[in-house]
């Protein structure tokens, strides 16, 4: 039996922004602050702090099914997607590969680093996907040559949750002799994530995105890739990432990488559920709505509705009075009144990438959260409307 809602709670359905840290997560920085030994000096203080990374790096080595000294440990997705890309680009330089290929819907993490190396003389090429957000392996076979050093391709999307076919897109870029990236920060501890069945070159991976810390994430480097270090300095991660190493957070990292493996399969199908009853629920009983990314696979906790008649950010923050935390896309694009680049690139009609809802749930969520929301959505709905036509 669920726990009750009263009205004066508060709901959160905004977890592919963030998530609340688990309290063992807590603990083990607090513990590591208290800690506060460099794991890159030789005496007793800096190989506890050593040992810390060790075990964490370990732990996300696991989630993955990877390799420890695989892993280099970065501040997060947005700086795991641009060592990735920059690396990559700038390895190559004596073959003369000046070419980069992404899908039109990648974080901004991806699309303004590639940006940014076209502004160095790169070309850039962004695959289109069809209506549901899924990006066809034949638009990549038309566009990739003998010129493409990297193709980035994120594994799910972070505003409607679409997962898309990493491994038959990475085999391409093999084909081709291109390395392959994955943005994998929305889909790790949501879904199995396996490097080696994904056959990928690199993964980005993010902790707050599955109850660990901010500023804690890594990338994953296929043993034998070529990159170009992104920030020099010393000689920390094999030499692959200069700079000492923020232990407290990477020891909540690695608790959370833990965690997150041991109740994945238990979770993953009761947030399914929480998602399938929400939008059973929205559909149902407000006119004038849909899922944008339906009939596709997707991860087990997002869904992103459009709301006919109403401005998204008007309904986020009418949403937000009545204690629902909701999103109207990546956290990372919020102030922008821009619509959604993932919208867009599905084809949807300009009303619906200005009028979309993301809902992400997390193990915190109730069956009564849920019902609660669908009791209260449909007169906020019917008002904004309302305030519309007048």
């Not at 040559?145 to 391409?172: D, F």
């Not at 890594?218 to 094999?238: D, P, S």
């Amino acid at each position: 039996m669920s726990d009750p809602v009263t009205a004066t709670s508060r709901a959160y359905f905004d977890h592919n922004a963030t998530t609340p840290p688990d309290p063992a997560v807590v603990e083990v920085m607090v513990r590591a602050l208290a800690d506060f030994g460099n794991p890159s000096s030789v005496h007793h203080f800096g190989q506890r702090a050593k040992a810390v990374l060790d075990e964490a790096r370990s732990a996300v080595a696991e989630l993955i099914g990877a390799e420890p000294a695989e892993i280099v440990f970065t501040s997060g997705g947005t700086e795991s997607d641009n060592f990735a890309l920059r690396g990559a680009a700038d390895a190559p330089d004596a073959t003369g590969r000046r070419h980069l290929i992404a899908s039109a819907i990648e974080h901004e993490a991806v699309l303004n680093t590639l940006k940014a190396l076209q502004r160095r003389g790169f070309l850039a090429t962004l695959l289109p996907v069809d209506a549901s957000g899924v990006v066809d392996p034949a638009a990549l076979e038309s566009v990739i040559t003998r010129e493409t050093a990297i193709v980035s391709v994120m594994h799910a999307n972070n505003e409607i949750g679409t997962v898309q076919p990493v491994a038959g897109l990475a085999e391409i870029a093999h084909r081709h002799g291109a390395l392959f990236h994955t943005d994998a920060v929305q889909s790790v501890a949501k879904i199995p994530v396996d490097v080696r069945t994904l056959g990928v070159d690199l993964l980005s991976l993010s902790g707050h995105k599955f109850n660990g810390p901010k500023g804690a994430g890594a990338l994953w480097i296929k043993r034998g890739t070529r990159l170009v270090a992104a920030m020099t300095g010393g000689k920390h991660e094999r030499n692959r990432r200069g700079g000492t190493e923020n232990v407290p957070g990477l020891a909540g990292l690695g608790v959370a990488a833990r965690l997150a493996r041991a109740k994945m399969t238990l979770e993953g199908p009761r947030i399914a559920a929480l998602r399938d009853r929400l939008e059973r629920g929205v559909l149902a009983s407000v006119a004038g709505t849909a899922v944008n990314g339906a009939g596709s696979p997707r991860v087990p906790n997002t869904t992103n509705i459009s709301f006919e008649g109403v401005e998204a950010e008007s309904l986020l923050i009418a949403l937000d009075l009545e204690g629902f935390a909701v999103s109207t896309g990546s956290a990372c694009s919020s102030g922008t009144l821009e619509p959604s680049h993932v919208l867009r690139a599905m084809g949807l009609p300009s009303h619906r990438t200005q009028n979309s809802i993301r809902f992400s749930l997390g193990a915190g969520n109730t069956e009564a959260e849920i019902d609660l929301l669908l009791t209260k959505l449909p007169d906020v709905v019917g008002k904004l409307r309302l305030l519309v036509r007048r």
